[in-house]
């Protein structure tokens, strides 16, 4: 039980476009959901909490506008970076909670900027 | 604000060998305490996690930990380390006025020796 997913696992894109990363609960509801970032041989950055129905909480420093993050539903939410640089690539991953305190991580989406 | 520290960025252990992974945290009151693992290139696995009660918390693949609270610490153990416990292990801190926010540490690279 607890699983989440994301989609795409890994994509390539060219530098002025914008991607779209999905992350899902997949057997269960998830009313918060995080986005999180993580550079090469570093420890996790929250990017933002995202809550069902609300807009999303972004940490600072972390450009609203730049990753744009929608919870429609309690099994679902994107991160679309816009207008993706050079220096967006990176390890994307995401977490829900279940109970409140727990999260359970997806595999990631790694992005590459060309 | 809560924090976590992992004194050890590398550890290499022989197979067959036992394994402790320190983790300390500073926070006001009894937090909540994950233990992750990490294999490259993927998301984060959930090991066990610390709410209340009994403080030696049994979790998968075999390992343990224990809240210290006079200590600040919530060690994980492995009695005898398999060359596939190889990978990164992430110690994380919650709290109930933290909005279901994580605090990780920065991580613990582990390596086996055969």
């Known amino acids: 039980g607890a699983v989440v997913s994301q989609h795409p696992s890994w994509v390539i894109c060219k530098s002025g476009t914008s991607v779209k990363i999905e992350c899902r609960s997949l057997d269960f509801q998830a009313t918060t959901m995080f986005w999180y970032r993580q550079f090469p041989k570093q420890s996790l950055m929250l990017m933002a909490t995202s809550n069902e129905g609300s807009k999303a909480t972004y940490e600072q420093g972390v450009e609203k506008d730049k990753f744009l993050i929608n919870h429609a539903s309690l099994t679902l939410s994107t991160l679309t970076v816009t207008s993706a640089h050079p220096e967006d690539s990176s390890f994307y991953i995401c977490?829900?909670?279940?109970?409140?305190?727990?999260?359970?991580f997806g595999p990631g989406t790694r992005l590459l900027v060309l | 604000a809560q924090s976590v520290t992992q004194p050890d960025i590398h550890i290499t252990v022989s197979e067959g060998a036992s394994l402790e992974l320190r983790c300390n945290y500073s926070y006001g009151a009894t937090p909540y305490l994950f233990w992750y693992v990490q294999s490259p290139g993927q998301g984060l696995q959930l090991l066990l996690k610390?709410?209340?009660?009994?403080?030696l918390v049994q979790g998968i693949k075999g390992f343990e930990a224990e809240f210290k609270r006079s200590q600040s610490s919530f060690n994980l153990r492995k009695p005898s380390v398999h060359w596939s416990d190889a990978a990164e292990y992430f110690c994380a801190v919650g709290a109930n006025n933290a909005g279901n926010m994580l605090t990780f540490g920065g991580g613990t690279r582990l390596m086996v020796k055969p």
């Open positions: 610390y709410f209340s009660g009994d403080t």
């Open positions: 977490s829900a909670t279940v109970d409140g305190k727990t999260q359970y």
